[in-house]
Every structure is written in structure tokens, then in C-alpha cells.
């Protein structure tokens, strides 16, 4: 696990997400989980494939986030890894949020899972999916980017 300036400890993150969608706006949500699922995320064992989050009956959850059932759970009752798990958001933050979704066609993706203070949180970003050639010009400026930094490291060695 990665540890950030925050304080936080970053378990999993999404890198797919970054080149498949324009992120324009990330928001922090708290994440409820259940039984041994704090455990078996602390170990790294989460999948984000197909992950998203949806507004509905006013909550917001997060969906095909797939969490693996910690082994040595033992007396806990067995859970369903992709079930549906609710995202904590004050009532403001989720109203601008339905709104954007609903009139712009803005998708709520998850970029990554942390613990900050020993509370599981997700960073949810409110993103539009990227075209082919957008994917590719981004696949060019980081190329071109990492030749420069290449070039500018041997000169001043």
C-alpha cells in the first residue's frame, strides 16, 4: 500500500479509468462495508473492472466493485463479492452530483479505494468517456513527454 501526504494509505486504484475517461471533477465518498470486507481490502484484494457508481432512491452505490472474501473469516456469514455497497455523501454533494449526471450524460466512475483515519474511503470522479483519438493524442503527449524528460536527464548528467 501506497502511503500519500494525506495520511491516507491507497489500496487500490483504478488506473484504466484515467485513460478511458476525461476526468473533470473528483469527490471523496465514504464506503460501507461489511463483516471481514475491511480486512480483505487492507490486503489489496479488490478488483475495479466495470466498476461504477449510480444514484438511486436518493443514495448513492457503488456497483461491480469486486471485493475477494478474506480467507480466515471464519463465523462471519458469507457475502456476495460484487454486491451493490452504498457511498456516503452529504445531501448537497449528492444532489449536484444527480443533477450533472442526469442533464450533461457525466458517468460517476471510482478512481481509487484508501483508508484515511482507518475509514475506507473512494474517490469517486465525475468523468465523460473519451473518443479513440483523444486516447491516442494523450498515448502521444505522454511519449513525447517522457523523451523530453529522457533527453533533459542524459544532458545534465
Known amino acids: 500500500m501506497a502511503r500519500s501526504a494525506g495520511g491516507q494509505k491507497v489500496v487500490i486504484r483504478n488506473r484504466k479509468a484515467r485513460h478511458e475517461f476525461e476526468i473533470l471533477d473528483e469527490l471523496e465518498t465514504g464506503l460501507v462495508l461489511r463483516g471481514a470486507e475491511v480486512k480483505s481490502l487492507r490486503t489489496g484484494k479488490a478488483n475495479f473492472t466495470d466498476a461504477y457508481a449510480r444514484i438511486a432512491d436518493g443514495e448513492l452505490w457503488l456497483h461491480n466493485l469486486h471485493i475477494l472474501p478474506y480467507k480466515s473469516a471464519h463465523g462471519f456469514e458469507t457475502l456476495d463479492p460484487v454486491r451493490p455497497r452504498k457511498l456516503l455523501l452529504h445531501r448537497r454533494e449528492l444532489e449536484r452530483l444527480r443533477v450533472k449526471v442526469a442533464e450533461r450524460g457525466f458517468a460517476l466512475i471510482p478512481l ?6 482507518g475509514f475506507a474511503k473512494v474517490t469517486l470522479a465525475l468523468a465523460r468517456g473519451k473518443k479513440l483519438h483523444d486516447k491516442r493524442q494523450a498515448l502521444k503527449r505522454a511519449d513525447m513527454k ?7 536527464g542524459t544532458d545534465r548528467s
Open 146 to 152: 517522457r523523451e523530453v524528460d529522457r533527453a533533459l
Open 112 to 117: 481509487d479505494i484508501h483508508f484515511r483515519h
